[in-house]
Each structure stands twice: as C-alpha cells, then as structure tokens.
C-alpha cells in the first residue's frame, strides 16, 4: 500500500479546517515549534466554531503537524473568531475572540499549547493581534473597517492611558459610511497583525480592494489578500508596503497584461513567521460552496530592506542586488514541500491551487472524518474543467505510468498537462460511466519538478466525475 502524502497546501490534515491561523514560534521545554492558533471551522453554517484548537511543527519540518487538541472553550459557549497568542516572561497569553469577536478575552498558560485559563475581558475588539516589542513593552492591534492600537498596561487586558489611536491607517467603507478615514486604493478591511522586521513595526491586515486589479484578475471588489504596510514607530506613521498573499489560485497571464484567478477566493487571515532563518507567510484558502470550510495554507516568502528603509515581503524583484517592488507569492499546492510533492506517494485532489474551466464551478468538497489518510475529492467537475498541482517532484528517474482514482459519473477523457494547463498532453485515459479508477502510460519522460494539470473532457453537459486522488509510478 503507497503512503500518502500529508504536509502540503493545505499543511493540516484534509480533515482538519482552521483559518485565521498566527504562526507564533515558541521555545518549550527546550524544543522550537511552529505554534499555529486559529479560528475552528466546525460549525459549517456558519463561521469558525465554540473551541480553538492549538496546531505545532518542529521549526526543521514544516510538513510535519502535531494536534494538540482544545486549547479554550468560550466562557459562555459562544463561537470564538480570530485569536491571537504572544508570549511575556515565562507566560503565554491567548486573546479569544469569544461572541464572534464581540468581547475579547484574555486568558493565559504556562504551555503554548494551553490549556488557557483564567479569562479575563480586554479593551480589545474584533480580530485582535498582538506584539511583544523587544523592550518587552506591549502594542495591541484590533479592527474591522476601521483600525485601532494602543499600548497594553502589565495586565495585558487593558489599554494604557493617552496611548490609544484610532485609524493609524485608512480603511474600506462599510454599510457606505464616510467617516474620513477611507482609503479607496489601500483599504484596511480586518484581520491586524503586528509583527518587527528589520528593526521595523510592519502591520499585516487584511485589505480589501476597491480598484481593478487587472494583473491579478480582480476587477471586482476583493478581500482575499493579505497585506502590510511598516512604520519606525508600532502606533503610527504606517507607510505602503505591498501584498503579500492572494488566495485566488494560480494567475493565469494573458497577452495584454491582465490576469485570470483559477480558484475561488474569499476572505484571508494570517501572518510572516520567521523560521529557521526563512521567512513564511500563513493564510487560509476557501473549501465547499460557501466561507464555511477554511483551511491552513503556507508558502515560502522574501523579506528585504532597501537602503532608504523601505521592507519588501513576498515575491520579490531586484535590481544590482537591491530590492525594488514586491508582488503576492504564488498559490501553491506543495506548501512546505518546497521541492514539490512527490509524485510516488498518494496525492489527494484535494491539494488542487488551480481548479476552472467547465460550466459549473468545481470545488473542493470538505471532509471531516478523523483520518490522516482521508482525501478531499472534487466534485461538480463539468466538460472542460482542470485542475491543477504546484508542483510535483518526480526525481531523476522517470516514472512510466500514472494513475487516477475518481468515480465516473459519465462516459470522460482525462487528459494529463504539464507544465501550464494547455501544456503538452502526456497521458489520456478513457473512463466509461462507473470506472472508479484508471492507468495510463506516460508517452515522454519526465524528471525532476512540474506543474501538473488533470483536464476533464466529455460529450456531456452532466457532471463527470468525482476526483479523489492520484499517482505515479517507475
């Protein structure tokens, strides 16, 4: 039996579904983690859920994801947004955003990984993000449409006198309000989160765009970014900086400039950890039909300085060794397998970062049974959709054959691309109504890292198939 691939994008199991994830790395008993706090997506009809639950990785392997379990309970069972956890002293603190982010709470542990106790209610509000400067002086960040930060007293619950501000940055409108504050170009929606960079206060949010996009694709109103912008001081005097993260999928790039998202944006919550000397950024991409069913996403970023202080984080450009414009690293599918996934274990399509085409939109069902192992199919793939992988490690060795497992619903052709999704076709297989699984022999060789798309053809107008998984082999 082939082992399955786990660790990817999403980097929790395919079960497990937390968005709004802060990447904290804590030392415990001697060992650095990679400490993931956020939101629990359980509820399904509606956002998160009534727990929060604590996720780690060892800082040398970030495929490798241990579940701590329940973390904090909201102290009257209500749904629990976006937390956020720093560390003072020998003391963790969780902010819980109990009543869908109505009242925040401040509870704290000797373990990062909790449980937290001992709530206590904060002068913060909605989406909460904490810093722990090097002084050991505390900055909270909290807002929605509107953004508001304040130096915390030693209580880490309340805010210190004449250190409040309010709008540090300009925000999007909201219910068509004008307070004058709003930023129609660089629009903070929700989703603070302080983090110091090069000796720098850099405020990663969540923007929400109001202007085209065109390289991106957007040309409709579109929060599924995240975004910063730094400062020297932590409580004002913000500076532009750029996007870092977009959960639309790969951009597909057109002729004229412009651009087309191949996955179904929504809404985006994360962080920049530094680990191990590489800097990541953690986000969430949108499972299902609906908000619903988020899951933990990470890639790989650059951070840099210029000579006149300016940082830069994501993908970023140089010229003569020095940093000149950043744009939002690439969705992928292989997350942390920075060398891409390998093509000999058992891939789940639930790892899909490009999936359009058809005419009905696929998606990614969301599953919820407690196993590893579990694979997330995608489902409502109509004649001409694709999905696709970035990227899959195939090694020196070429393999010979590749193998999909997926229930046909119709009589469908599979044809397998590599590269981009009209790249050369390098398998086909043939599927009559009920197959539930097919081989196919690859007519070139193929070595070390691709981009590999699955595309769906019938005569049909019907749905085709269900996509569960698939492999290679030499």
């Avoid at 998160?48 to 069972?77: E, F, I, K, M």
Wanted: charged share 20%; aromatic share 12%; proline share 5%.
């Amino acid at each position: 039996m082939k082992e399955y691939l786990n660790g990817a994008n999403p980097y929790m199991p395919l079960w497990e579904h937390v968005p709004d994830g802060e990447p904290r790395v804590f030392e415990y008993n001697g060992e650095k983690r990679v400490y993931v706090y956020g939101s629990h997506d359980i509820e399904k009809t509606q956002y998160c859920g009534r727990n929060q639950v604590v996720w780690s990785a060892p800082v040398d392997d970030l495929t490798d994801w241990t579940c701590h379990g329940v973390c904090y309970t909201a102290t009257d069972n209500s749904v629990l947004y976006a937390p956020d956890v720093v560390q003072k002293g020998d003391t963790f603190y969780l902010y819980a955003a109990e009543a869908c982010g109505s009242r925040i709470m401040v509870a704290s542990s000797k373990n990062p990984a909790g449980p937290f106790e001992n709530p206590v209610k904060t002068d913060l509000g909605f989406d909460p993000g904490v810093l722990v400067d090097d002084d050991g002086r505390v900055y909270a960040f909290w807002g929605f449409c509107g953004c508001y930060c304040g130096e915390l007293n030693d209580d880490m619950a309340t805010i210190k006198e004449g250190t409040y501000h309010a709008h540090p940055m300009g925000h999007s409108p909201w219910q068509d309000v004008d307070d004058g504050h709003l930023d129609p170009n660089d629009a903070f929606f929700e989703a603070s989160s302080p983090r110091k960079v090069m000796g720098k206060y850099v405020y990663i949010y969540s923007k929400r765009y109001y202007t085209p996009v065109h390289e991106l694709g957007v040309y409709t109103h579109n929060n599924g970014f995240l975004s910063y912008k730094y400062s020297d001081s932590p409580l004002e005097g913000y500076k532009p900086g750029g996007d870092i993260s977009f959960n639309g999928g790969e951009i597909l790039r057109n002729s004229d400039g412009t651009g087309e998202m191949t996955y179904r944006w929504g809404n985006n919550h994360g962080s920049i950890a530094e680990i191990n000397g590489k800097w990541y950024i953690f986000y969430h991409r949108h499972t299902g039909t609906d908000e619903f069913a988020r899951q933990a996403m990470l890639e790989p970023v650059d951070v840099a300085m210029d000579k006149n202080g300016k940082i830069y984080i994501g993908d970023i450009t140089y010229v003569n060794g020095e940093p000149v414009s950043s744009k939002p690293v690439e969705m992928t599918s292989q997350g942390a397998h920075i060398n891409g996934m390998d093509a000999y274990k058992l891939i789940s399509a639930g790892y899909a970062c490009h999936l359009r085409g058809g005419n009905s939109q696929a998606y990614i069902k969301p599953v919820y049974e407690l196993d590893d192992n579990i694979s997330a199919p995608i489902v409502n793939i109509t004649d001409g959709t694709v999905a696709g992988y970035r990227y899959i490690q195939f090694g020196t060795i070429a393999p010979k054959t590749v193998t999909a497992e997926l229930t046909a619903l119709q009589d469908v052709t599979v044809s397998v691309r590599l590269d981009t999704h009209d790249g050369r076709i390098v398998a086909t297989m043939n599927l009559k109504t009920g197959d539930i699984e097919a081989t196919a022999d690859l007519t070139t060789g193929i070595i070390g890292k691709h981009a590999v798309y699955f595309e769906f053809k019938s005569d049909s107008t019907e749905q085709l198939a269900e996509f569960s998984r698939f492999t290679f082999d030499r």
